[in-house]
């Protein structure tokens, strides 16, 4: 319950008018709540462009994760200055030293890799695959179709292994960086 301003006599909340004089009560009432919402402005445009900010940031983000414009660091579309040493998979067996950062799957082979990305964007596959081996990562790219992984993928891989236990292993250890990282068969189509 309120009262008339006017008069005192008791009003209940949200009556309009009072009965006993007539003044208006419920417009009185209207400016102490729009005092309120006015109050919480400075709280909302602050989440707002708290909002607006990180919509843009994540946009930014994505933009540059599927950007195919192929305007990637000259570093990373460069050779590196010495081959790379002669790597080996668990079965001893050597892989040839390259100009590219990325490794290439060999014909014919038959192993478990660690699959950190698929996606339908070959530049930003190759990108991520760049990124990886920039930081110590045996990767490299694969087309789907050629292995039986699926049709018009580019799958961005990481090692070779023997078993599927190792790969297990190896995806376990990438999982904070790569998160949905899974070991996988990569068999080339007959």
Known sequence: MTECPHCGAPAERGQLVCTECGTRIALKEEGGDRRRRLDNAPAIAV???VVVIGAAAFGFALSELTDDSGNNS???DK???QPPPTTETDTGTAQQPSHSLLLTWPKGVTAYTVVLVTTGDKPG????A???AQTGLEAGVLRSDDYGLGEGFWIVFAGRFDTQASA???????AAR???AYAAQVKPKS
């Open 125 to 128: 596959a190759t990108r991520v």
């Open 47 to 49: 989440l707002l462009t």
């Open 74 to 76: 000259a570093a990373a």
């Open 178 to 180: 790569y998160p949905g």
């Open 130 to 132: 760049r990124e990886a």
């Open 79 to 81: 050779p590196t200055a």
């Open 168 to 174: 297990e292993s190896q995806a376990s250890n990438l």
